[in-house]
Protein backbone atom coordinates (compact mmCIF):
# COMPACT_ATOMS: atom_id res chain seq x y z
CA UNK A 1 0.00 0.00 0.00
CA UNK A 2 1.29 3.05 -1.06
CA UNK A 3 0.74 6.94 0.35
CA UNK A 4 1.59 9.92 -1.28
CA UNK A 5 1.87 13.37 -0.33
CA UNK A 6 0.62 15.87 -2.70
CA UNK A 7 0.74 19.38 -0.84
CA UNK A 8 4.02 20.67 0.39
CA UNK A 9 0.99 22.50 3.19
CA UNK A 10 1.34 21.03 6.89
CA UNK A 11 -1.02 18.47 7.49
CA UNK A 12 -3.46 19.41 10.11
CA UNK A 13 -5.87 16.36 10.82
CA UNK A 14 -4.55 12.64 10.42
CA UNK A 15 -6.60 9.26 11.17
CA UNK A 16 -4.65 6.22 11.59
CA UNK A 17 -5.37 2.57 12.86
CA UNK A 18 -8.59 2.47 10.85
CA UNK A 19 -10.46 0.25 8.31
CA UNK A 20 -10.83 2.74 5.70
CA UNK A 21 -13.06 2.02 2.75
CA UNK A 22 -11.72 4.40 0.15
CA UNK A 23 -14.75 4.26 -2.44
CA UNK A 24 -12.33 4.08 -4.74
CA UNK A 25 -12.00 0.70 -7.37
CA UNK A 26 -8.13 1.67 -7.32
CA UNK A 27 -7.36 1.29 -3.87
CA UNK A 28 -10.41 0.47 -2.16
CA UNK A 29 -8.87 -0.10 1.50
CA UNK A 30 -6.82 1.58 3.27
CA UNK A 31 -5.59 2.25 6.86
CA UNK A 32 -5.32 6.16 7.67
CA UNK A 33 -5.19 9.19 5.75
CA UNK A 34 -4.17 13.15 6.16
CA UNK A 35 -5.70 16.36 5.75
CA UNK A 36 -4.75 19.64 5.29
CA UNK A 37 -6.30 22.45 4.96
CA UNK A 38 -9.83 21.35 3.34
CA UNK A 39 -8.75 18.44 1.23
CA UNK A 40 -7.42 14.74 1.36
CA UNK A 41 -3.44 14.60 0.92
CA UNK A 42 -2.75 11.19 1.38
CA UNK A 43 -4.50 8.12 1.77
CA UNK A 44 -2.75 4.57 2.37
CA UNK A 45 -0.68 2.80 5.39
CA UNK A 46 -0.52 4.50 8.95
CA UNK A 47 2.93 4.12 8.90
CA UNK A 48 3.21 6.49 6.08
CA UNK A 49 0.74 8.81 7.24
CA UNK A 50 2.18 8.55 10.77
CA UNK A 51 5.71 10.03 9.35
CA UNK A 52 3.66 13.03 7.87
CA UNK A 53 2.15 14.14 11.54
CA UNK A 54 3.73 17.27 12.70
CA UNK A 55 3.13 18.81 16.55
CA UNK A 56 0.28 20.95 15.18
CA UNK A 57 -1.42 17.89 14.07
CA UNK A 58 -4.79 16.52 15.37
CA UNK A 59 -4.55 13.13 15.29
CA UNK A 60 -7.41 10.56 15.95
CA UNK A 61 -6.58 6.50 16.28
CA UNK A 62 -9.51 5.14 15.13
CA UNK A 63 -8.85 1.97 16.96
CA UNK A 64 -9.42 -0.53 14.10
CA UNK A 65 -12.95 1.41 13.22
CA UNK A 66 -14.39 1.67 9.69
CA UNK A 67 -13.95 5.26 8.37
CA UNK A 68 -15.94 5.81 5.19
CA UNK A 69 -16.21 8.78 2.54
CA UNK A 70 -18.93 11.24 4.42
CA UNK A 71 -22.37 10.75 3.47
CA UNK A 72 -24.64 12.22 1.14
CA UNK A 73 -28.09 12.55 2.01
CA UNK A 74 -29.54 12.98 -2.10
CA UNK A 75 -32.77 13.70 -0.94
CA UNK A 76 -34.36 15.64 1.51
CA UNK A 77 -35.79 18.18 2.79
CA UNK A 78 -33.62 20.61 4.82
CA UNK A 79 -35.08 23.63 5.87
CA UNK A 80 -38.19 22.00 6.74
CA UNK A 81 -37.16 19.28 8.97
CA UNK A 82 -35.03 21.74 10.71
CA UNK A 83 -38.02 23.35 11.45
CA UNK A 84 -40.01 20.08 12.57
CA UNK A 85 -37.11 19.43 14.99
CA UNK A 86 -39.06 21.87 17.17
CA UNK A 87 -42.55 21.45 15.80
CA UNK A 88 -45.19 18.83 17.10
CA UNK A 89 -44.01 15.21 16.72
CA UNK A 90 -46.85 12.78 15.25
CA UNK A 91 -44.76 10.69 13.54
CA UNK A 92 -45.69 7.96 15.61
CA UNK A 93 -49.01 9.09 17.09
CA UNK A 94 -50.54 5.17 17.33
CA UNK A 95 -54.11 6.22 17.75
CA UNK A 96 -56.32 9.21 16.87
CA UNK A 97 -56.52 10.19 21.12
CA UNK A 98 -53.13 10.26 21.19
CA UNK A 99 -53.01 12.25 18.05
CA UNK A 100 -55.21 14.68 19.43
CA UNK A 101 -53.91 14.80 22.85
CA UNK A 102 -50.18 15.54 21.12
CA UNK A 103 -52.05 18.64 19.19
CA UNK A 104 -53.36 19.85 22.80
CA UNK A 105 -50.34 19.72 24.56
CA UNK A 106 -48.04 21.37 22.23
CA UNK A 107 -50.71 24.15 21.77
CA UNK A 108 -50.35 24.65 25.25
CA UNK A 109 -46.83 25.74 25.03
CA UNK A 110 -46.76 28.31 22.38
CA UNK A 111 -49.36 31.29 22.03
CA UNK A 112 -52.53 32.12 20.90
CA UNK A 113 -52.21 32.56 17.27
CA UNK A 114 -49.57 31.12 16.64
CA UNK A 115 -49.88 28.59 13.66
CA UNK A 116 -48.89 24.88 14.66
CA UNK A 117 -47.39 23.39 11.88
CA UNK A 118 -45.00 20.54 11.13
CA UNK A 119 -46.08 17.27 12.89
CA UNK A 120 -45.72 14.33 10.05
CA UNK A 121 -48.44 12.02 11.05
CA UNK A 122 -49.32 8.64 9.57
CA UNK A 123 -52.81 7.62 9.39
CA UNK A 124 -51.48 4.09 8.83
CA UNK A 125 -50.48 3.49 12.24
CA UNK A 126 -54.02 3.41 13.51
CA UNK A 127 -55.84 1.43 10.57
CA UNK A 128 -56.09 4.22 8.05
CA UNK A 129 -58.91 6.66 9.16
CA UNK A 130 -57.63 9.69 7.65
CA UNK A 131 -57.79 12.71 10.54
CA UNK A 132 -60.26 15.33 10.26
CA UNK A 133 -60.41 18.81 11.48
CA UNK A 134 -63.58 18.02 14.22
CA UNK A 135 -60.88 15.97 15.73
CA UNK A 136 -58.67 19.19 16.67
CA UNK A 137 -60.87 22.04 16.33
CA UNK A 138 -62.43 21.59 20.47
CA UNK A 139 -58.49 21.70 21.50
CA UNK A 140 -57.07 24.19 19.17
CA UNK A 141 -59.86 27.07 19.65
CA UNK A 142 -56.81 29.72 19.31
CA UNK A 143 -54.61 28.10 17.16
CA UNK A 144 -54.69 27.54 13.74
CA UNK A 145 -53.17 23.96 12.59
CA UNK A 146 -51.98 22.97 9.58
CA UNK A 147 -49.87 19.39 10.23
CA UNK A 148 -48.66 17.44 7.34
CA UNK A 149 -48.68 13.33 6.59
CA UNK A 150 -45.22 12.11 6.88
CA UNK A 151 -44.41 11.89 3.00
CA UNK A 152 -45.77 15.54 2.92
CA UNK A 153 -48.59 14.93 0.36
CA UNK A 154 -51.40 15.28 2.82
CA UNK A 155 -51.75 18.28 5.12
CA UNK A 156 -54.94 18.71 7.70
CA UNK A 157 -56.23 21.68 8.84
CA UNK A 158 -58.48 22.94 11.59
CA UNK A 159 -61.71 25.36 11.36
CA UNK A 160 -59.24 28.29 12.44
CA UNK A 161 -56.79 27.33 9.03
CA UNK A 162 -59.68 26.40 7.14
CA UNK A 163 -61.05 30.27 7.37
CA UNK A 164 -57.83 31.69 7.18
CA UNK A 165 -57.12 30.30 3.75
CA UNK A 166 -61.08 30.61 2.81
CA UNK A 167 -61.25 27.07 1.82
CA UNK A 168 -64.94 26.42 2.02
CA UNK A 169 -68.16 24.68 0.66
CA UNK A 170 -67.52 26.56 -2.25
CA UNK A 171 -63.96 26.13 -3.06
CA UNK A 172 -63.30 24.68 -6.29
CA UNK A 173 -60.94 22.01 -6.69
CA UNK A 174 -57.78 22.44 -7.88
CA UNK A 175 -56.08 20.22 -10.45
CA UNK A 176 -53.20 18.07 -8.97
CA UNK A 177 -54.64 17.76 -5.87
CA UNK A 178 -58.07 17.25 -3.84
CA UNK A 179 -59.83 18.27 -0.91
CA UNK A 180 -61.44 16.08 1.13
CA UNK A 181 -64.65 16.95 2.10
CA UNK A 182 -67.51 15.73 4.68
CA UNK A 183 -71.60 16.51 4.08
CA UNK A 184 -72.62 18.87 2.17
CA UNK A 185 -69.14 19.79 0.31
CA UNK A 186 -67.48 21.15 3.64
CA UNK A 187 -63.65 20.30 3.75
CA UNK A 188 -62.99 17.88 5.99
CA UNK A 189 -59.85 19.31 7.11
CA UNK A 190 -57.35 17.29 4.90
CA UNK A 191 -56.12 18.56 1.69
CA UNK A 192 -53.86 16.75 -0.84
CA UNK A 193 -51.09 17.50 -3.34
CA UNK A 194 -51.85 20.71 -5.13
CA UNK A 195 -54.60 21.34 -2.51
CA UNK A 196 -52.16 21.93 -0.18
CA UNK A 197 -51.07 25.32 -1.49
CA UNK A 198 -54.73 26.95 -0.29
CA UNK A 199 -53.45 26.61 3.21
CA UNK A 200 -49.97 26.89 2.56
CA UNK A 201 -49.80 30.27 0.92
CA UNK A 202 -51.20 31.86 4.40
CA UNK A 203 -48.95 30.69 6.85
CA UNK A 204 -46.87 33.28 7.57
CA UNK A 205 -43.29 33.02 6.78
CA UNK A 206 -40.99 32.36 9.49
CA UNK A 207 -38.59 34.97 10.94
CA UNK A 208 -35.18 35.13 9.58
CA UNK A 209 -33.36 34.38 13.06
CA UNK A 210 -35.71 31.08 13.62
CA UNK A 211 -35.10 30.32 9.90
CA UNK A 212 -31.26 29.87 10.62
CA UNK A 213 -32.09 28.69 13.94
CA UNK A 214 -33.90 25.58 12.05
CA UNK A 215 -30.71 25.69 9.61
CA UNK A 216 -28.48 25.00 12.57
CA UNK A 217 -30.49 22.18 14.08
CA UNK A 218 -30.80 20.48 10.86
CA UNK A 219 -26.96 20.64 10.37
CA UNK A 220 -26.54 19.22 13.84
CA UNK A 221 -28.64 17.08 13.84
CA UNK A 222 -27.36 15.11 9.88
CA UNK A 223 -23.51 15.11 11.21
CA UNK A 224 -24.25 12.85 14.36
CA UNK A 225 -25.50 10.58 11.34
CA UNK A 226 -22.54 11.00 9.57
CA UNK A 227 -24.03 12.96 6.82
CA UNK A 228 -21.24 15.88 5.52
CA UNK A 229 -23.26 16.82 2.19
CA UNK A 230 -27.16 17.29 1.35
CA UNK A 231 -29.04 17.73 -1.73
CA UNK A 232 -32.16 20.12 -0.96
CA UNK A 233 -35.46 19.45 -2.19
CA UNK A 234 -37.53 22.34 -1.11
CA UNK A 235 -41.44 23.49 -2.33
CA UNK A 236 -40.45 27.27 -1.08
CA UNK A 237 -36.62 26.82 -2.29
CA UNK A 238 -35.72 30.74 -3.51
CA UNK A 239 -36.71 31.51 -0.16
CA UNK A 240 -34.47 28.59 1.66
CA UNK A 241 -31.58 29.58 -0.66
CA UNK A 242 -31.77 33.14 0.55
CA UNK A 243 -31.39 31.30 4.52
CA UNK A 244 -28.96 29.14 3.21
CA UNK A 245 -26.75 32.10 1.79
CA UNK A 246 -27.17 34.27 4.58
CA UNK A 247 -25.85 31.33 6.57
CA UNK A 248 -22.81 30.78 4.17
CA UNK A 249 -21.76 34.85 4.28
CA UNK A 250 -21.31 34.15 8.13
CA UNK A 251 -18.81 31.44 7.54
CA UNK A 252 -22.02 29.20 9.08
CA UNK A 253 -22.11 26.82 6.77
CA UNK A 254 -21.48 23.21 9.16
CA UNK A 255 -22.94 20.98 5.80
CA UNK A 256 -22.23 21.31 2.18
CA UNK A 257 -25.67 21.65 -0.13
CA UNK A 258 -26.56 21.30 -3.56
CA UNK A 259 -29.92 23.00 -3.92
CA UNK A 260 -32.39 22.26 -6.11
CA UNK A 261 -35.27 25.26 -7.62
CA UNK A 262 -38.53 24.64 -8.53
CA UNK A 263 -39.02 23.05 -11.86
CA UNK A 264 -41.41 25.86 -12.95
CA UNK A 265 -38.68 28.51 -12.03
CA UNK A 266 -36.19 27.58 -14.82
CA UNK A 267 -35.90 30.76 -15.94
CA UNK A 268 -35.33 32.79 -13.01
CA UNK A 269 -32.19 30.02 -12.32
CA UNK A 270 -31.14 30.13 -15.59
CA UNK A 271 -30.65 33.75 -15.12
CA UNK A 272 -29.27 33.46 -11.70
CA UNK A 273 -26.99 30.86 -12.82
CA UNK A 274 -25.61 33.74 -15.81
CA UNK A 275 -25.05 36.38 -13.68
CA UNK A 276 -23.52 34.84 -10.32
CA UNK A 277 -22.33 30.90 -11.12
CA UNK A 278 -23.54 27.86 -9.73
CA UNK A 279 -21.63 28.41 -6.33
CA UNK A 280 -18.89 26.34 -4.47
CA UNK A 281 -17.94 23.84 -2.24
CA UNK A 282 -20.11 24.89 0.43
CA UNK A 283 -23.30 25.90 -1.51
CA UNK A 284 -24.15 25.12 -5.08
CA UNK A 285 -26.68 25.79 -7.31
CA UNK A 286 -28.03 24.43 -11.12
CA UNK A 287 -30.72 21.92 -10.27
CA UNK A 288 -34.33 21.93 -10.98
CA UNK A 289 -37.19 19.81 -8.85
CA UNK A 290 -40.49 18.94 -10.29
CA UNK A 291 -43.58 16.67 -9.54
CA UNK A 292 -45.27 14.34 -11.89
CA UNK A 293 -47.76 12.52 -9.42
CA UNK A 294 -48.07 12.09 -5.51
CA UNK A 295 -47.05 9.48 -2.96
CA UNK A 296 -48.49 6.09 -2.53
CA UNK A 297 -49.87 6.35 1.41
CA UNK A 298 -52.13 9.39 0.23
CA UNK A 299 -53.50 7.33 -3.12
CA UNK A 300 -51.72 10.08 -5.22
CA UNK A 301 -49.11 8.23 -6.54
CA UNK A 302 -50.18 7.92 -10.32
CA UNK A 303 -50.40 4.28 -11.57
CA UNK A 304 -51.16 2.29 -14.92
CA UNK A 305 -53.78 -0.25 -13.09
CA UNK A 306 -55.89 0.56 -10.16
CA UNK A 307 -54.91 0.59 -6.45
CA UNK A 308 -55.48 -2.93 -5.32
CA UNK A 309 -57.85 -1.13 -2.76
CA UNK A 310 -59.16 1.18 -4.59
CA UNK A 311 -60.51 -0.22 -8.16
CA UNK A 312 -61.67 3.23 -9.30
CA UNK A 313 -58.57 4.99 -8.57
CA UNK A 314 -55.60 4.90 -10.46
CA UNK A 315 -54.02 8.54 -8.69
CA UNK A 316 -53.56 11.69 -9.93
CA UNK A 317 -50.80 14.00 -12.32
CA UNK A 318 -49.39 16.81 -10.27
CA UNK A 319 -48.44 18.50 -13.36
CA UNK A 320 -50.08 18.07 -16.80
CA UNK A 321 -47.47 15.93 -19.58
CA UNK A 322 -46.94 19.27 -21.39
CA UNK A 323 -46.13 21.32 -18.71
CA UNK A 324 -43.43 18.86 -17.89
CA UNK A 325 -41.70 18.29 -21.36
CA UNK A 326 -42.17 22.02 -21.44
CA UNK A 327 -40.43 23.10 -18.31
CA UNK A 328 -37.60 19.73 -18.66
CA UNK A 329 -37.04 20.78 -22.29
CA UNK A 330 -36.38 24.22 -21.23
CA UNK A 331 -34.31 23.61 -18.47
CA UNK A 332 -32.13 21.14 -20.55
CA UNK A 333 -31.89 23.85 -22.99
CA UNK A 334 -30.28 26.18 -20.62
CA UNK A 335 -28.07 23.53 -19.24
CA UNK A 336 -29.40 23.12 -15.96
CA UNK A 337 -29.58 19.93 -14.04
CA UNK A 338 -33.50 18.68 -13.87
CA UNK A 339 -34.90 16.43 -11.16
CA UNK A 340 -37.99 14.91 -11.15
CA UNK A 341 -40.64 13.50 -8.55
CA UNK A 342 -42.08 10.33 -9.93
CA UNK A 343 -43.43 7.01 -7.19
CA UNK A 344 -45.86 5.45 -9.37
CA UNK A 345 -45.44 3.41 -12.58
CA UNK A 346 -47.48 5.26 -14.71
CA UNK A 347 -45.66 8.84 -13.49
CA UNK A 348 -42.07 7.44 -13.89
CA UNK A 349 -42.89 6.01 -17.70
CA UNK A 350 -44.41 9.41 -18.39
CA UNK A 351 -41.46 11.15 -17.30
CA UNK A 352 -38.72 8.70 -18.86
CA UNK A 353 -40.45 9.00 -21.69
CA UNK A 354 -40.32 13.25 -21.35
CA UNK A 355 -36.37 12.84 -20.58
CA UNK A 356 -35.98 11.03 -23.33
CA UNK A 357 -37.48 13.04 -26.05
CA UNK A 358 -36.02 16.00 -24.52
CA UNK A 359 -32.91 14.57 -25.08
CA UNK A 360 -33.10 13.46 -28.40
CA UNK A 361 -34.52 16.66 -29.50
CA UNK A 362 -31.53 18.99 -27.68
CA UNK A 363 -28.82 16.21 -28.39
CA UNK A 364 -26.12 14.80 -26.42
CA UNK A 365 -24.20 16.29 -23.03
CA UNK A 366 -23.63 15.25 -19.69
CA UNK A 367 -27.32 16.06 -18.13
CA UNK A 368 -27.65 13.59 -15.72
CA UNK A 369 -31.50 13.44 -15.37
CA UNK A 370 -33.05 11.72 -12.29
CA UNK A 371 -36.40 10.60 -11.21
CA UNK A 372 -36.57 11.29 -7.57
CA UNK A 373 -37.83 8.79 -5.17
CA UNK A 374 -38.59 5.75 -8.84
CA UNK A 375 -40.59 3.83 -6.26
CA UNK A 376 -42.53 1.52 -8.35
CA UNK A 377 -41.30 0.65 -11.53
CA UNK A 378 -43.03 -1.05 -14.42
CA UNK A 379 -40.90 -4.51 -15.07
CA UNK A 380 -40.38 -3.09 -18.38
CA UNK A 381 -39.24 -0.04 -17.45
CA UNK A 382 -36.28 -0.29 -14.99
CA UNK A 383 -33.55 -1.12 -18.20
CA UNK A 384 -34.71 2.51 -19.04
CA UNK A 385 -33.20 3.94 -16.58
CA UNK A 386 -29.53 2.38 -17.20
CA UNK A 387 -30.31 2.64 -20.86
CA UNK A 388 -30.90 6.83 -20.87
CA UNK A 389 -28.53 7.51 -18.60
CA UNK A 390 -31.62 8.44 -15.73
CA UNK A 391 -30.12 8.23 -12.01
CA UNK A 392 -32.76 6.83 -9.57
CA UNK A 393 -32.59 8.64 -6.62
CA UNK A 394 -34.03 6.75 -4.18
CA UNK A 395 -34.79 6.44 -0.46
CA UNK A 396 -34.07 2.43 1.13
CA UNK A 397 -36.00 3.58 4.84
CA UNK A 398 -39.45 4.23 2.41
CA UNK A 399 -38.97 0.33 1.73
CA UNK A 400 -38.81 -0.68 5.21
CA UNK A 401 -41.86 1.69 6.21
CA UNK A 402 -43.77 1.30 3.23
CA UNK A 403 -43.59 -2.44 3.00
CA UNK A 404 -45.98 -2.36 6.16
CA UNK A 405 -49.17 -1.87 4.34
CA UNK A 406 -47.61 -1.06 0.29
CA UNK A 407 -48.97 -4.55 -0.65
CA UNK A 408 -52.44 -3.98 0.41
CA UNK A 409 -52.49 -0.64 -1.70
CA UNK A 410 -50.86 -2.07 -4.91
CA UNK A 411 -50.97 -6.02 -4.49
CA UNK A 412 -48.35 -8.53 -4.80
CA UNK A 413 -47.48 -8.39 -8.21
CA UNK A 414 -46.49 -4.44 -8.43
CA UNK A 415 -44.53 -5.03 -5.25
CA UNK A 416 -42.12 -7.23 -7.16
CA UNK A 417 -40.14 -3.66 -8.49
CA UNK A 418 -41.05 -1.61 -5.79
CA UNK A 419 -37.96 0.11 -4.02
CA UNK A 420 -36.07 -2.03 -6.95
CA UNK A 421 -32.49 -1.92 -6.04
CA UNK A 422 -31.12 -4.99 -6.64
CA UNK A 423 -32.98 -4.96 -10.47
CA UNK A 424 -31.68 -1.60 -11.00
CA UNK A 425 -28.32 -2.28 -9.84
CA UNK A 426 -28.14 -5.21 -12.02
CA UNK A 427 -29.35 -3.96 -15.35
CA UNK A 428 -26.35 -0.82 -14.84
CA UNK A 429 -28.54 1.98 -13.45
CA UNK A 430 -26.80 4.40 -11.08
CA UNK A 431 -28.06 4.49 -8.08
CA UNK A 432 -28.10 7.39 -5.56
CA UNK A 433 -29.48 7.13 -2.16
CA UNK A 434 -31.05 10.14 0.60
CA UNK A 435 -34.03 9.93 3.05
CA UNK A 436 -36.28 12.63 2.19
CA UNK A 437 -36.08 13.96 5.92
CA UNK A 438 -38.60 15.55 6.83
CA UNK A 439 -40.72 12.39 5.65
CA UNK A 440 -38.02 10.05 7.16
CA UNK A 441 -35.00 9.98 9.61
CA UNK A 442 -31.89 11.06 7.86
CA UNK A 443 -29.70 8.29 9.11
CA UNK A 444 -27.57 6.61 6.52
CA UNK A 445 -27.13 3.62 8.81
CA UNK A 446 -30.62 2.63 8.91
CA UNK A 447 -31.04 3.37 4.80
CA UNK A 448 -28.25 0.86 4.26
CA UNK A 449 -29.92 -1.32 6.91
CA UNK A 450 -33.02 -1.10 5.16
CA UNK A 451 -31.38 -1.63 1.47
CA UNK A 452 -29.18 -4.83 2.63
CA UNK A 453 -32.26 -6.53 4.76
CA UNK A 454 -35.38 -5.08 4.00
CA UNK A 455 -36.68 -5.89 7.05
CA UNK A 456 -40.26 -4.02 7.24
CA UNK A 457 -40.19 -1.60 10.78
CA UNK A 458 -43.28 -4.10 12.10
CA UNK A 459 -40.60 -7.10 11.98
CA UNK A 460 -43.03 -8.97 9.50
CA UNK A 461 -40.69 -9.88 7.10
CA UNK A 462 -37.60 -11.07 8.75
CA UNK A 463 -36.24 -12.30 5.52
CA UNK A 464 -36.67 -9.01 3.70
CA UNK A 465 -39.71 -7.49 2.09
CA UNK A 466 -39.44 -8.48 -1.51
CA UNK A 467 -35.78 -10.19 -0.58
CA UNK A 468 -34.98 -10.19 -4.07
CA UNK A 469 -34.33 -6.47 -4.17
CA UNK A 470 -31.85 -6.78 -1.24
CA UNK A 471 -28.26 -5.31 -2.19
CA UNK A 472 -25.18 -5.62 -0.59
CA UNK A 473 -23.55 -3.24 1.91
CA UNK A 474 -20.93 -1.73 -0.01
CA UNK A 475 -23.21 -1.27 -3.05
CA UNK A 476 -25.66 0.96 0.00
CA UNK A 477 -22.39 2.46 0.66
CA UNK A 478 -21.46 3.55 -2.70
CA UNK A 479 -25.14 4.98 -3.37
CA UNK A 480 -24.87 7.16 -0.09
CA UNK A 481 -21.42 8.30 -1.01
CA UNK A 482 -19.56 8.21 -4.67
CA UNK A 483 -23.70 8.12 -6.01
CA UNK A 484 -24.77 10.92 -4.80
CA UNK A 485 -21.77 13.10 -5.24
CA UNK A 486 -22.12 11.34 -8.97
CA UNK A 487 -25.95 12.54 -9.28
CA UNK A 488 -24.90 16.58 -8.38
CA UNK A 489 -21.80 16.71 -10.39
CA UNK A 490 -19.17 16.34 -7.96
CA UNK A 491 -17.63 13.33 -8.31
CA UNK A 492 -14.37 15.56 -8.84
CA UNK A 493 -14.61 16.57 -5.18
CA UNK A 494 -16.32 14.39 -2.66
CA UNK A 495 -17.37 11.20 -2.52
CA UNK A 496 -14.60 8.95 -2.38
CA UNK A 497 -11.60 8.83 -0.34
CA UNK A 498 -8.60 9.93 -2.49
CA UNK A 499 -5.74 12.16 -2.39
CA UNK A 500 -7.12 15.82 -3.43
CA UNK A 501 -10.39 15.74 -2.77
CA UNK A 502 -12.65 17.81 0.23
CA UNK A 503 -11.55 15.98 3.14
CA UNK A 504 -14.97 14.75 4.08
CA UNK A 505 -15.51 11.65 6.04
CA UNK A 506 -17.19 9.66 8.95
CA UNK A 507 -15.78 7.31 11.12
CA UNK A 508 -18.33 4.33 12.38
CA UNK A 509 -18.49 2.21 15.84
CA UNK A 510 -18.01 -0.96 14.10
CA UNK A 511 -17.38 -2.22 10.60
CA UNK A 512 -20.93 -2.71 8.59
CA UNK A 513 -19.25 -4.51 5.98
CA UNK A 514 -18.19 -7.23 8.59
CA UNK A 515 -21.44 -7.32 10.94
CA UNK A 516 -24.08 -9.41 10.98
CA UNK A 517 -26.54 -7.23 8.36
CA UNK A 518 -29.50 -6.63 10.78
CA UNK A 519 -26.97 -5.24 13.38
CA UNK A 520 -26.08 -2.22 10.75
CA UNK A 521 -28.95 -0.20 12.01
CA UNK A 522 -27.50 -0.30 15.42
CA UNK A 523 -23.84 1.13 14.52
CA UNK A 524 -23.53 4.68 15.94
CA UNK A 525 -21.58 7.51 14.28
CA UNK A 526 -18.39 8.05 15.89
CA UNK A 527 -16.79 11.50 13.88
CA UNK A 528 -17.95 13.30 11.33
CA UNK A 529 -15.75 15.54 9.59
CA UNK A 530 -16.45 18.28 7.00
CA UNK A 531 -13.56 20.27 5.08
CA UNK A 532 -11.00 19.01 7.62
CA UNK A 533 -13.21 20.41 10.16
CA UNK A 534 -14.64 18.15 13.22
CA UNK A 535 -18.49 18.36 12.91
CA UNK A 536 -19.73 15.61 15.76
CA UNK A 537 -18.02 13.72 17.92
CA UNK A 538 -19.00 11.07 19.94
Known amino acids: MTTRLVSSEPVTFAVLNARVWTGDSRQPWAEALAVSGERLVAVGSSAEVFRQVGADTRVIDAQGRLLVPGFNDAHLHFLDAGFRLASVQLRDAKMPEEFIRRIQAFAATVPPGTWITGGDWDHENWGGE ?128 YVAMPLDTWERLRDTVAQGGRGDAWLRIGALKGFVDGSLGSHTAAFLEPFTDAPNDTGLLVNTPEDLYRWTSGADKAGLHVLVHAIGDRAIRLQLDIFQRVAAENGPRDRRFRIEHAQHIAPEDVPRFAAQGVIASMQPYHAIDDGRWAERVIGPERAKTTYA ?90 DITRIPPEEIRDVKVMLTVVGGQVVFER
Open 421 to 510: FRSLRDTGARLAFGSDWFVAPPTPLEGIYAAVTRRTLDGEHPGGWVPEQRIGVEDALRAYTSGSAYASFEEQDKGTLEEGKLADFTLLER
Open 130 to 257: LPRRDWIDAVTPEHPVWVSRLDGHMGLANSAALRAAAVTATTREVEGGTIVRGPGGEPAGVLKDKAMALVGRVVPEPAPELSARALDAAMRHVAANGVTSVQHMGMGTWEDLAVFERAHAAGALRTRI
